[in-house]
């Protein structure tokens, strides 16, 4: 099982009628199985989060718009860290989060934004902790 965010850049291929954009394959590193894909969507100035999840590895790949991930590790109260990974198809990535690390977004587009999550579980709301923004200190305002 993986233990620490992994970002994995991904192939995007051109044609002249559009893009191939990958997102996971069974031997990737940072899959854990499959159970269940979904997407979501973030309206411009939005951010959602904080969320944690108990059991479920998150893939995160964003094929539309740009997001920014803050990742807030306090499983080891000694070494606590928070990291920042921004998402977009200029930056195409998948963003693999193991459980119990809080994440939250925000839509960094000026139009809405779409992440697609590939995960190992199927999505059981009693199997994640969610907090309000404010709990975890992190500017939102800064951005690279």
Same mark, same amino acid.
């Given at each position: 099982?993986?233990?620490?965010?992994?970002?994995?850049?991904?192939?995007?291929?051109?044609?002249?009628?559009?893009?191939?954009?990958?997102?996971?394959?069974?031997?990737?590193?940072?899959?854990?199985?499959?159970?269940? *894909?979904?997407?979501?969507?973030?309206?411009?100035?939005?951010?959602?989060?904080?969320?944690?999840?108990?059991?479920?590895? @998150?893939?995160?790949?964003?094929?539309?718009?740009?997001?920014?991930?803050?990742?807030?590790?306090?499983?080891?109260?000694?070494?606590?860290?928070?990291?920042?990974?921004?998402?977009?198809?200029?930056?195409?990535?998948? @963003?693999?989060?193991?459980?119990?690390?809080?994440?939250?977004?925000?839509?960094?587009?000026?139009?809405?934004?779409?992440?697609?999550?590939?995960?190992?579980?199927?999505?059981?709301?009693?199997? *994640?902790?969610?907090?309000? @923004?404010?709990?975890?200190?992190?500017?939102?305002?800064?951005?690279?």
């Amino acid at each position: 099982m993986l233990k620490k965010p992994l970002l994995t850049k991904l192939d995007i291929i051109n044609s002249a009628k559009g893009r191939v954009l990958h997102a996971m394959k069974k031997s990737d590193l940072g899959y854990e199985g499959f159970e269940e *894909a979904y997407f979501s969507t973030i309206y411009p100035k939005c951010i959602k989060g904080w969320k944690r999840h108990k059991s479920m590895t @998150l893939n995160l790949i964003v094929p539309l718009g740009k997001i920014r991930f803050v990742l807030y590790d306090d499983r080891d109260i000694e070494n606590i860290n928070t990291n920042s990974y921004i998402l977009s198809c200029d930056k195409y990535f998948r @963003l693999t989060i193991p459980p119990m690390i809080w994440v939250a977004f925000q839509s960094l587009h000026n139009k809405e934004s779409i992440l697609l999550n590939v995960s190992n579980l199927i999505h059981n709301p009693r199997e *994640a902790d969610n907090i309000e @923004l404010e709990k975890i200190n992190f500017d939102w305002s800064f951005v690279k």
